[in-house]
């Protein structure tokens, strides 16, 4: 074997070995090259999500901190929305049947939604998972500083709050690690798996 076709061996396998090494510190799914996947967080990028105290929907109080120690996932709806919150607690659903181990939290961002109200949302949709709310704006809030996901007053009187429809992927440390379209069966796929491998 000549020298060249030695040192063409020689970068080869020291590729190899790097590629190795990088997939092994990325605990999150892989996006494929040239699509638009989800966005995922490492190191750095990630943060942590600010101390909070709401209600669930039987009246209990749950903090932050009780959620420690377990990944999760978090998504933003209101209990009258007339337009995408419905859809997202189907995905809501569907990732649980796919990972039925997974914790979910479903945040309302409208003030107005008791417990109660949480409790009857729940009910509709066969949810199973945690339901948390605040007073006027304390979740919206959250929502705009803690999860950096936009959220406003809507001028139609039909559809008044404004909100994203991702679904976040949060870490066992609270700390957001990713952002997922629940519109899209590959994002779906992509929580599913980074949800188990943290």
Same mark, same amino acid.
């Given at each position: *074997?000549?020298?060249?076709?030695? *040192?063409?061996?020689?970068?080869?396998? $020291?590729?190899?070995?790097?590629?190795?090494?990088?997939?092994?510190?990325?605990?999150?799914?892989?996006?494929?090259?040239?699509?638009?996947?989800?966005?995922?967080?490492?190191?750095?990028? $990630?943060?942590?999500?600010?101390?909070?105290?709401?209600?669930?929907?039987?009246?209990?109080?749950?903090?932050?901190?009780?959620?420690?120690?377990?990944?999760?996932?978090?998504?933003?709806?209101?209990?009258?929305?007339?337009?995408?919150?419905? *859809? *997202?607690?189907?995905?809501?659903?569907?990732?649980?049947?796919?990972?039925?181990?997974?914790?979910?939290?479903?945040?309302?961002? /409208?003030?107005?939604?008791?417990?109660?109200?949480?409790?009857?949302?729940?009910?509709?949709?066969?949810?199973?998972?945690?339901?948390?709310?605040?007073?006027?704006?304390?979740?919206?809030?959250?929502?705009?500083?803690?999860?950096?996901?936009?959220?406003?007053?809507?001028?139609?009187?039909?559809?008044?709050?404004?909100?994203?429809?991702?679904?976040?992927?949060?870490?066992? /440390?609270?700390?957001?690690?990713?952002?997922?379209?629940?519109?899209?069966?590959?994002?779906?796929?992509?929580?599913?798996?980074?949800?188990?491998?943290?």
């Amino acid at each position: *074997m000549n020298r060249a076709a030695v *040192m063409a061996a020689v970068v080869l396998v $020291a590729g190899g070995a790097a590629l190795v090494a990088v997939r092994r510190s990325r605990p999150l799914a892989e996006v494929p090259p040239g699509s638009s996947g989800p966005r995922l967080l490492e190191g750095a990028e $990630a943060w942590t999500v600010p101390d909070f105290t709401l209600k669930d929907d039987a009246g209990r109080s749950v903090r932050r901190a009780d959620l420690a120690g377990k990944p999760w996932v978090a998504a933003f709806i209101y209990a009258s929305c007339p337009g995408q919150c419905p *859809m *997202m607690t189907a995905k809501m659903k569907a990732l649980r049947a796919r990972l039925p181990e997974a914790f979910l939290v479903s945040f309302s961002v /409208d003030g107005a939604d008791t417990p109660e109200k949480l409790a009857a949302y729940k009910k509709t949709y066969g949810a199973d998972w945690l339901f948390l709310t605040g007073g006027s704006g304390v979740v919206a809030a959250l929502c705009k500083d803690g999860f950096k996901l936009a959220v406003a007053d809507g001028l139609d009187p039909k559809d008044p709050i404004i909100h994203s429809d991702k679904l976040v992927l949060v870490d066992r /440390d609270s700390r957001v690690r990713g952002f997922f379209d629940p519109s899209d069966a590959s994002h779906l796929v992509a929580l599913a798996a980074s949800l188990k491998s943290l």
